[in-house]
């Protein structure tokens, strides 16, 4: 994503300049995307347009040996190895999907101990091992946390472990507590604890309703906030459909007047994080806001890596391979994948939708 404009001070929220409003300044997913695209060219030439099936899906022992490191950090390769609070949480959720509580436990020691704050049961968004301090802006990014919270509830009852359930309902309080809001008239779930909201409006970001964790945490706790998140996170949704094939963009702001619209001073594409909308969606089971996702990709010319749905202005690269797996998850069937490397976020695309699958059946 591009670089946001800031948004003016309001209560205790304030926006802090970078991707995902988080100040970082490197995207993962345009250069993830970037590298494929330029890989993957030559494949989709050759086969007269539609990308080659890969020789083979990835695996979860690929994925460790490639993003995982011994002491249970897990290293973002399209971003200059940086570690975040999003790629813990899909560790320890594909790491319990799998089975191997050895990887689990690593995982969860590193996040822990390096990236949880003091002042709430909530988790530092990013490290850079190059950098002094390693941890250097200490705003949460709520999916991360989101993830964190129901990889630990997931594992918790897998290995009946009381402690990883302790921990995944104190990180639930911390994110009602500090994360979910009402702005106007809605129970919102701000993207982090810093940022996002002026007077003017609150930009939200849609991929971060992670469905099945929200569906999770009500179910534990149906007196808490979730079922009014879900609610009026289902109907935000139903309204950030945007130009003629009625689809979010990566990013949404709340206007007092306007509604929901494209975010402001960001691209308005159904993108690198969107693209997770639709995985969210079947993996809960909600089918009928699937129909935009399935309708757009139903058509093979229409799996790139982005669209920007107002003026129609697409991507030159394709749908990677991780996306293409989301997209036949959507549309209940295999798709021929990219063949090609993948780093960090295309295979984690690829495993959580595999994991989606197993589960919806």
Sequence with gaps: MHMPTPLPAAGAHRMIAGDDGHGMTIDRRTMTLG??????????????GQPQEAAAPPTWD??????????????????????????????????EAAGDRR???????????????????????????????AVSDVNNATDGDLLIAWGLMRAARRWRVAKWEAASRAIRIAIASELVAA??????????FQGFVSDKRTQLNPSYYVWPALDAFRAADPEGPWGDVIADGEALLAEARFGANRLPTDWIDLDPQAGVRPAEGRPARFGYDAVRVPLYLAWSGRQAPLAPFRAWWATPANRVAWVDVLSGERASEPLSAGGTAVAGLALGQALAVPAGPMDYYTMTLALLAAAARREMR
């Design 35 to 48: 590298l494929l695209g330029s890989l993957l060219g030559a494949c989709a030439r050759a086969a007269g």
């Design 62 to 95: 690929d994925w460790k040996r490639r993003f995982l490191t011994k002491d249970g950090r897990v290293v973002d390769t399209g971003n200059g190895g940086i570690s975040h609070s999003e790629g813990q949480g899909y560790g320890l959720i594909l790491a």
């Design 103 to 133: 990887a689990f436990e690593q995982i969860w020691r590193w996040t822990e101990t390096v990236l949880a704050r003091r002042d709430a049961r909530l988790f530092s968004w990013r490290f850079d091992a190059t950098a002094t301090p």
């Design 183 to 192: 702005i106007q008239g809605r129970i919102v779930l701000l993207p982090g």
